[in-house]
């Protein structure tokens, strides 16, 4: 049974940056049946869609984050990681990892991890 | 972007009803490129339907998805104590969007 786990620091500065990485388990990551994706949920509010990654290392953003998100793979420890540079107030969310399936819908999901931009 | 519009907001209704949960999109989702997912407090959210209509792997058969194109649905037929809770919908059609979602409460 597939797991993801999040980590990373839980207290960033504004302007910099945010690095979180989601660890897999019990699958590899470099199957091509799957993307990896990350999502975020301002506290309070809906979902978020960040991005993913395939394996080979192509990714895929959403546009609204303008160019500030950067997605890396690494297969030799079957991990994902997620850069979100310049973060301001606005960037305070729970930040989940999740594999989508090519056929589609995101399963299963990290626990999620609490992420505060302050100073 | 493809904008998706839950309705309603805010469902209340008692156990063992039927909950009916809308889904409009703003303009038409290719292959039927759906999801429904739930999400309790302090939860991830956990993906019920995907393709509008295909339950994920363990999902009860009281969820049931359907729509094409511009609308969909996701309807609960009676509902259980476990199944008060947030639901959203996603399309991965182009890039991928949530809905706002809609609360679930007991009446």
């Known amino acids: 049974q597939v797991q993801l786990q999040e980590s990373g620091p839980g207290l960033v500065k504004p302007s910099q940056t945010l690095s979180l990485t989601c660890t897999v388990s019990?699958?590899?990551?470099?199957?091509?049946?799957?993307?990896w994706s990350w999502i975020r949920q301002h506290p309070g509010k809906g979902l978020e869609w960040i991005g993913y990654?395939?394996?080979?290392?192509?990714?895929y953003y959403n546009p609204s984050l303008k160019g500030r998100v950067n997605i890396s793979v690494d297969t030799s420890n079957n991990q994902f990681s997620l850069k979100l540079s310049s973060v301001t107030a606005a960037d305070t969310a729970v930040y989940y990892c999740?594999?989508?399936?090519?056929?589609?819908?995101?399963?299963?999901w990290g626990q999620g991890t609490l992420v505060t931009v302050s100073s | 972007e493809i904008v998706l519009t839950q309705s309603p907001g805010t469902l209340s209704l008692s156990p063992g009803e039927r909950a009916t949960l809308s889904c409009r999109a703003s303009?038409?989702?290719?292959?039927?490129?759906l999801a429904w997912y739930q999400q309790k407090p302090g939860q991830a959210p956990r993906l019920l339907i995907y393709?509008?209509?295909s339950r994920a792997t363990g999902i009860p058969d009281r969820f049931s998805g359907s729509g094409s194109g511009t609308d969909f649905t996701l309807t609960i037929s009676r509902l259980e104590p476990e199944d008060f809770a947030v639901y959203y919908c996603?399309?991965?059609?182009?890039?991928?969007?949530f809905g706002q979602g809609t609360k679930v409460e007991i009446k």
């Open positions: 999740a594999r989508e399936s090519r056929g589609g819908g995101l399963d299963p």
């Open positions: 019990g699958g590899s990551i470099s199957s091509a049946a799957y993307y």
């Open positions: 990654i395939y394996y080979s290392g192509s990714t």
């Open positions: 303009q038409s989702i290719s292959s039927s490129y």
């Open positions: 393709g509008a209509s």
């Open positions: 996603q399309q991965y059609g182009s890039f991928r969007t």
